[in-house]
C-alpha cells in the first residue's frame, strides 16, 4: 500500500505542474474554455484517484483483519466524473465537454506513464 501512496504523491506534483500548464494556456490563449476543461477534468480526476487510494487502503486492511470486504467505491468515482461533465455541459462557455473529459483521463495517464517508467527504472 506504500507503493499506491507513492505513485499518488507524484500525482499530485503532476497535477500541480498540469494545473500551471492550464493557467497559462488559459491566460496566454484564444482556448480558454478548453484549458478550463482540462483542468476542470483533472481535477475532478485527481479526486477520484484520492478515492481510489482511500478505498484501497480500506480494502486491504479489511482483508488482512479478515473483516467484511468494504466495495472499491466505483459509484463515488462514477459519480464526481458524472459532475464535472454536468458542470461542463451546464457552463459551456466556460468549460469544453470535450476537454473535461479528457482531464477526467488524465491521472489515468500519468499512473500508465509512472508504471512504465518504474518498470523500466527495475528491470
Known amino acids: 500500500m506504500l507503493d499506491l501512496h507513492h505513485v499518488f504523491a507524484l500525482q499530485k506534483k503532476a497535477f500541480l505542474f498540469l494545473l500551471a500548464l492550464c493557467a497559462l494556456g488559459w491566460v496566454f490563449s484564444p482556448y480558454e474554455s478548453i484549458f478550463a476543461g482540462i483542468a476542470l477534468g483533472a481535477f475532478f480526476g485527481t479526486y477520484n484517484f484520492w478515492i481510489l487510494v482511500r478505498r484501497m487502503e480500506k480494502f486491504d486492511r479489511s482483508i488482512s483483519e479478515g473483516t467484511k470486504v468494504a466495495s472499491i467505491g466505483t459509484a463515488f468515482r462514477f459519480g464526481s466524473g458524472v459532475a464535472a461533465v454536468a458542470i461542463a455541459i451546464s457552463l459551456p462557455q466556460y468549460f469544453h465537454l470535450i476537454s473535461t473529459v479528457i482531464g477526467l483521463m488524465i491521472p ?16
Open 108 to 123: 489515468y495517464i500519468f499512473l500508465v506513464i509512472e508504471r512504465i517508467v518504474h518498470h523500466i527504472r527495475n528491470h
